[in-house]
């Protein structure tokens, strides 16, 4: 099975282009099953329910969030109404939501979990390490298709989680940072990865916004309005080819496809 | 003179319990000069310039500020208008406001300036110790009583700034951490010093804020309305005794007064 | 039961004075327990066990650690060897040790248990909030009297703990700033608190170390040896009254004693 | 002119594939001037003078470091010896070194300049954007051709600076992440741009270190010995192609090369 993972979108624009694009790779046959990271979908910010579920009806069958799960008071008061889109795993014991989500395909269950880094994150979020050998011992020892969204800042943690995983699930695949990375690989015991997907949005920006109000901040301090840009909306993300049988990963293919 | 300086001062309870105290100490005679951080003035957030100015009129002779010092937007277009409300000195080149102030008073010129930290802090700070080195020999070359307000986190970079300033200021004073320290002290050169002055308002909370949300931001992780508390409204601070002369101070005297 | 509590102990200066102003309220009667945290003992970094264990020998009834647990690899391969040393239970569940020790005294049990911050520390901490409660309706059920060293650099997060478990133990106090807060207290449910309790070793220092290498470093940004200071040793901490039937505190008194 | 950018060089293994792929490059006349960030070159850490001379005997035309600059006290001491060993230039003032040098070349004056980071990295560097600002108006005001190195974590950040230096220098480009990005482009104005230009040293790793401890790190919290690797050594980089009249950059291609 063609699994598309897609970089956080961003904006508008990162919507407009997500739906366009998917919906081509559909057409094309080269993509079966969609996973979107969506924690900047709302004019760059987290969105409600509402625009998550657009994402959903636009093509993708899982969406994860990040640490924007909470912008929208809405997210934090429905997040458990949809299966579908999720928050990270590892957040506190205390917070709505889940962190997986197992997905019937016509050839057979697909999970995707996601977990957020710690290393220059916000100090509230438990071991993502310990929790997943906790879950793929637990609830998803039974699974073999599963695609793990960490999302996060630093390098070393991602690559750590990937090795760490490394035969134990299909994907490992990083978000946050909006800067795609070009070390996609499969590992030696069939574990796809990438350092990060990307971003959903207007190229012609910094991560998204406006590149204006970012440097007047750079260079003054002073807070300004971080609008979202308009220029080359472009979708950027990888694409898995999974084995059902076997959860392997047979290749990942780094795409960034402008609308 | 006598000069009273003011631990950071949130919302409401916190502008009344200054403005009562304050008259009172004046009224016995135990105070001449008052120098209060008001970065929490406005429900717990920086200040619009009303809200600031209330507080000079309220008996503070100068208002600091500090990392919320950008909260209101009505304060960035507005603090070139107020000379006494100051902003830490070590904000970028291109911020606005300024940084330090010279103040008549009948025994002579006081300069107040404020300073920022940067170990745990927002990562837009020109170098605290360069800058008060600079300023020091430049344009307050002729000064003998500068009171400094160093604003921040870590203890260490703090006692360094005192350190460091020992026998060129009359006193360096901490504020940020709404959490009064028991190290008052004159050090040998005649600078009076002490970590962190504590807060303005209502006691009865955590740092000002209400205790529940505060709890269930660090149990779940997701945010919750921090309203300033109620409880105990108090003043923390402390008064420096300084010689307008020499600008050596012979005294500091930590207080906690509640209304 | 009376029982100190002592801020980090800061190398020889500071394990001097700790023994010699120990064995002095002991013999006057003022203290009965003694918990000492001693994550700087070993010329201002964490100790090895002989260092931790001479603690033991010289006043302490129970050694805790911290962020520095484990600078010294013979810590970490020796701490299992001794119950009276301890290091925070919320560190990752690989890590050797344990986080919490019950000392039979002549009155009774007494629990010692360390929790470490997340705010502004390193991001491998478990969630503390969540691992007191889970601790304390678990293993420590049927404890009255229990001591919670709060290890950690925010004043918000420590008060915050304390308001969280006012009432369930006997007290909340914090280490590792070494710099000794004014806002000790018994809280309404009979918790004392206190947010730091300062520093044992030479207050002619900037937090135990020589103030020039120290301010060389935030000048110049380069590396210098920070050797621990020699002037005026002095322990800092606190003492605590404790009903050992109820676990309630009855007081809690500052103290600051020169050698 | 064809500049040879070259990411983070990682111990003994990356030392050796620099070298090795260096001279091949240069003898298919692909290259004719190198830049290599030398901020890991001894065994992952900071070079002493004498490794990084060997980096310059072994092919660099100039070699820029990091946030690992002084790892070596030798460094501290020995920078001044060499010009073509740099720091960033918003070093602390008082730091040793300097931070750009102009090399001459048949085809005229290249111009290199390293600069770093503040968003996630250490509290103690002046602000980049400004103090490139300053350099360009200043020392480098009759400069065309200038190379920018600018050394980080954050994604915004280094865009930022790419887009702000857009038309007034030759190229921007990444290092510090070890993680190569996918990103490269060449901006409106003639700047070329990459957020990171990833490591050279042993792929087979975690960002340049054997995996196992990397990984006990994060399970446990306990410090390990992060060794060098030794599979799979390879050179990641990019090279620039300049104009020597203008300063202009015409193209850039991404490059990963193992030996
Ligand atoms: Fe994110
Ligand atoms: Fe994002
Ligand atoms: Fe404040
Ligand atoms: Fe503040
Ligand atoms: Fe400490
Ligand atoms: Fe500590
Ligand atoms: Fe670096
Ligand atoms: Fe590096």
Chains 1, 2, 3, 4 share one sequence.
């Not at 793990?148 to 946050?176: I, K």
Request: hydrophobic share 40%; aromatic share 6%.
């Amino acid at each position: 099975m063609k699994v598309l993972l897609v970089g956080d979108i961003v904006g508008k624009p990162g919507r407009n282009a997500f739906v366009q694009v998917v919906r081509q790779l559909k057409e094309d046959g080269r993509v079966d099953f969609v996973i979107a990271n969506g924690e900047n979908a709302a004019a760059g910010r987290g969105p409600a329910p509402d625009i998550a579920n657009a994402l959903l009806s636009g093509g993708a069958d899982v969406v994860t969030l990040g640490d924007h799960a909470w912008d929208s008071k809405e997210m934090v008061a429905g997040i458990d109404m949809e299966d579908r889109i999720i928050r990270p795993a590892n957040f506190s014991k205390g917070a709505p939501g889940r962190g997986w989500v197992r997905v019937d395909t016509p050839e057979g269950p697909l999970v995707v979990m996601q977990l957020i880094c710690r290393v220059f994150m916000q100090p509230n979020y438990d071991c993502p390490f310990q929790m997943a050998d906790r879950m793929l011992k637990g609830e998803l020892g039974g699974d073999k298709v599963i695609f793990v969204d960490f999302h996060g800042e630093a390098s070393s943690e991602r690559m750590a989680m990937g090795r760490f995983l490394d035969g134990r699930v299909s994907a490992v695949f990083g978000t946050h940072t909006h800067c795609q990375t070009s070390d996609e690989t499969v590992f030696p015991k069939g574990t796809a990865y990438i350092t990060d997907l990307g971003m959903t949005g207007p190229k012609d920006s910094i991560l998204g916004r406006e590149v204006e109000p970012v440097l007047a901040k750079f260079l003054t301090g002073v807070p300004h309005k971080f609008d979202v840009a308009k220029g080359d909306p472009t979708l950027e993300g990888a694409i898995v080819d999974v084995d059902m049988k076997t959860g392997k990963a047979s290749s990942i293919e780094r795409i960034r496809i402008s609308v």
